[in-house]
């Protein structure tokens, strides 16, 4: 079994104690236990604490703009349908700067997982609100308080036809485990929301406000009740852990593409005329 780890010391440059920590344990387990090689994995990110983590595990990755981690890794997907493609970030990335993405390219259904480390505020950039920040943080720059009411990705991502719709909590690392595995092997687009604590710049959603404020689905909840799954979702005073829904047996965005209708043979190992490429190019 691959381990994931780079062979060399890694200098991962997190404060202590930041909840980033443990969910690169969990990814890393996940794709130990779902028995992948690193070559067949891929992961997109952007900029932020969070979008770091790919250049701590030893798989391929794109670290590329702000908030556009998504359209990449829906690209890669579409060019190679055999590898397994995640798109990693921060909840200023996903839902702030790439909001676009976000709401598009769930519409598509591509079989990515998306994974998003919702500490509800901007870390990098040292303690802006982002757009999940609790209304009336105080921050740097929100020096009377945070205007708006905070944006609801699950909500969002279950009203434009989401197919699997999760929240995890990093302090629970096994079950983030879990459910990033589930993630991942879901046929078609996969949300996991997970919440950790930024230690350094956000005080108020700490882990002991998380642990408080969680509470897990029971073991008889039915994950294909979309209403069930909606209600949940817009319950913002109590915060569902667990895997609030997942529909089963929808086309998947690479599945439709027209170039799959009758040869299956990922478009990246097939021939290219460079001829009849440079001719598009130069119309
Ligand atoms: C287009 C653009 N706008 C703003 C920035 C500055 N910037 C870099 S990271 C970041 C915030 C990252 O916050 P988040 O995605 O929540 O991740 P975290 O660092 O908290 O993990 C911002 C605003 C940028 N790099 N590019
Ligand atoms: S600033 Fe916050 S999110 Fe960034 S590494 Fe430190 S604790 Fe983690």
């Known amino acids: 079994m691959k ?4 062979e060399q010391e890694l200098d991962i440059a997190w404060c202590p104690g930041c909840g980033n920590f443990n969910i690169r344990t969990s990814l890393i387990e996940a794709l130990q236990e779902l028995e992948l090689e690193p070559e067949q994995v891929v992961i997109s990110s952007g900029i932020g604490q969070a979008a770091k983590m790919p250049q701590y595990i030893d798989v391929n990755y794109f ?12 690209a890669i997907k579409a060019a190679n349908p055999d590898l397994t493609v995640i798109a990693e970030g921060g909840d200023g990335d996903m839902y702030g700067e790439g909001g676009n993405h976000f709401i598009h390219n769930i ?11 919702n500490n509800m505020v901007y870390g990098l950039t040292k303690g802006q609100a982002s757009p999940t920040s609790k209304k009336s943080m105080q921050t740097p720059v929100q020096t009377s308080g945070v205007a ?14 989401a197919t699997f719709v999760a929240r995890a909590f990093s302090g629970y690392p096994e079950q983030t485990k879990e ?7 879901h046929e078609g687009y996969a949300l996991v929301d997970i919440f950790h604590p930024c230690v350094t710049f956000n005080k108020i959603n700490n882990f002991k406000w998380y642990k408080n404020n969680c509470y897990q689905l029971s073991a008889d909840y039915n994950r294909n009740d979309f209403n069930m799954a909606m209600e949940k979702a817009l319950d913002v005073e109590h915060f569902a852990l667990g895997v609030l829904y997942q529909k089963q047996g929808q086309p998947t965005f690479e599945q439709q593409l027209p170039v799959y209708q009758n040869n299956q043979q990922p478009i990246v190992h097939r021939k290219r005329d460079l001829d009849k490429v440079s001719e598009l190019l130069s119309l």
């Open 148 to 161: 708006n009411e905070p944006f609801n990705p699950l909500a969002v991502a279950l009203s434009l036809g």
């Open 107 to 117: 519409r598509r259904n591509p079989n990515i997982a998306h994974l998003v480390h």
């Open 63 to 74: 670290n590329g703009l702000h908030g556009r981690a998504l359209p990449v890794a829906v």
């Open 3 to 6: 381990n994931f780890e780079f």
């Open 179 to 185: 459910i990033i595995k589930q993630a991942i092997t």
